[in-house]
């Protein structure tokens, strides 16, 4: 465990009585969820893709959220490497909750580990806006959500603000075609003349070429011959990022 406290003592302190979604099992087994879903960016992760990312059954999660089970040391052992949360403190709820180098809401939680290789999760965000904040919204209960590998992320851009977002349409062909999928770093949110950029405009996601001359800033379909430059208004464009890199079927 990396930690003094023994096994005895671990389920000397684990035989406190469970009391349903109050027990401090479920309790801590939710905090952790949420500093899962925190690190990867996301507002919410589902019990069934937390599952998913320890390898574990759903049921695992659900049992010990509903305060019918305690955390066990296996499972605990999980999560420390794939979340950087603390056995110890899943167990027993003593000392810090993550481990050296990560603070206590997880902001700088690691990537988990697959053989010698780290991997980043990605969300995927759906084609319509938050109509409150005009930002992206991710995919229902945190579904959609893909693995890429940490060191090639890095080079593409800021991690946590990448998201995912799917093409529809033959606007961007031959550069991008229906089912692509792009990656956004929403680090880089400055209009670049000539890049793909994604920009919201009355809460829909827009996936086009920018323009920008003296005659103000348009959004550019590579497919010219069917579609037209769109000229943006400042007060209703919002660039949300940078389109890094993209892929697609053969």
Partial sequence: ?????????????????????????AQRMK?????????????KLSQVMFAKILGVHPSVISHIEAGTTRIQPEVARIIERETGVRQAWLLTGDGPTGQEGFDS??????????????????PKVK????????????????????????DWLQRKGCIPRMRLAGISGDSMF????????????????EPLDGKIM????????????????PEGLFLVSDNRAVY????????????????VWHCGEL
């Fill in 1 to 25: 465990m990396g930690e003094c406290t023994s096994r005895e003592e671990v389920l000397s302190i684990q035989k406190t009585k469970c009391n349903g979604e109050n027990s401090s099992y």
């Fill in 31 to 43: 905090r952790t969820r949420e500093i899962a879903a925190e690190a990867r960016g996301l507002t």
């Fill in 174 to 189: 031959p550069t991008l075609v229906d089912g692509d999928l792009v990656l956004i770093d929403m680090s880089r949110n």
């Fill in 228 to 243: 037209e430059p769109w000229r943006l208004s400042l007060e209703t464009a919002n660039f949300l990022g940078l389109v």
């Fill in 105 to 122: 809401r997880g902001a700088q939680l690691g990537p988990f580990t697959s053989g010698t290789a780290p991997f980043s999760f990605v």
């Fill in 127 to 150: 084609s319509v806006l938050d109509k409150a904040t005009g930002q992206l919204i991710a995919e229902e209960a945190g579904q959609e959500l893909y693995s890429f590998r940490t």
């Fill in 198 to 213: 994604a920009v919201g405009i009355e809460n829909i996601l827009y996936i086009k070429r920018l323009r920008v001359s």
